[in-house]
């Protein structure tokens, strides 16, 4: 089965620095990547994700990058703010199959 | 949109009760559905995949007789913890798939469950 790793556990940064969060995968017919964000308490929202075919995505202050080779794909967070303190989750999925195998966290906190 | 709702959004219940927790999406039909168990700080645990109109598929490790899972309509998941004990006490957390052809999963607020 596909195991998923993310680092760091935690990450800490100063307002308006950047944050890279990122996440390895074993199994190369993985072939869709979503990120998540917890904030405490409530349930994981979607931020972005990428699919295969592609080597990067990015949404305003928020962008992933994919490398299928090297079977790793990072979150970047730039000029980040006390709001996005939370708790992300990455994960990897196939095509067609439901299951997702999630990271085990990165718990960012951003110090104003 | 996409939109999932869950109710109740904490819970209390006596050691032995059964307890019911529903997943909503409010603004698409979800033909697939998932329940997910989260201990604190750690990270999400598939419990069961929900197809509307069939039966749930458990992952290895969940008890199906003691999780039991049901998707009445293309909106509506509904998991009941029966014979609760303290150690059931969790965060439950349900998600949705838009379609059979889409990966995305679109997660609920989440349910706090605690057995007293």
């Known amino acids: 089965g596909e195991n998923v790793e993310q680092h760091p556990s935690t990450l800490s940064v100063q307002e308006g620095d950047s944050a890279v969060i990122k996440c390895t995968y074993s199994?190369?017919?993985?072939?869709?990547f979503p990120w998540y964000k917890q904030e405490l308490g409530k349930g994981p929202q979607l931020i972005i994700d990428?699919?295969?075919?592609?080597g990067e995505k990015k949404d305003q202050r928020i962008a992933v990058t994919l490398n299928k080779t090297a079977k790793h794909f990072s979150l970047h967070i730039t000029e980040t703010q006390p709001e996005d303190s939370a708790v992300y989750f990455c994960a990897a999925s196939k095509h067609n199959f439901n299951k997702f195998y999630f990271g085990s966290g990165t718990k960012l906190n951003v110090k104003p | 949109g996409a939109v999932v709702s869950q109710h109740p959004s904490w819970v209390i219940c006596k050691s032995g009760t059964s307890v019911k927790i529903e997943c909503r999406s409010l603004?698409?039909?979800?033909?697939?559905m998932f329940w997910y168990r989260q201990f604190p700080k750690q990270s999400l645990m598939l419990m069961a995949t929900s197809n509307e109109g069939s039966k749930a598929t458990y992952e290895q490790g969940v008890e199906k007789d003691k999780f039991l899972i049901n998707h009445a309509s293309l909106t509506l998941s509904t998991l009941t913890v029966t014979s609760a004990h303290p150690e059931d006490s969790s965060f439950y957390i349900c998600s949705a798939k838009k379609g059979t052809n889409q990966e995305t999963q679109y997660f609920g607020p989440g349910t706090r469950l605690l057995v007293l």
């Open positions: 990428i699919r295969s075919n592609v």
């Open positions: 603004d698409f039909q979800a033909t697939t």
């Open positions: 199994d190369s017919a993985s072939n869709y």
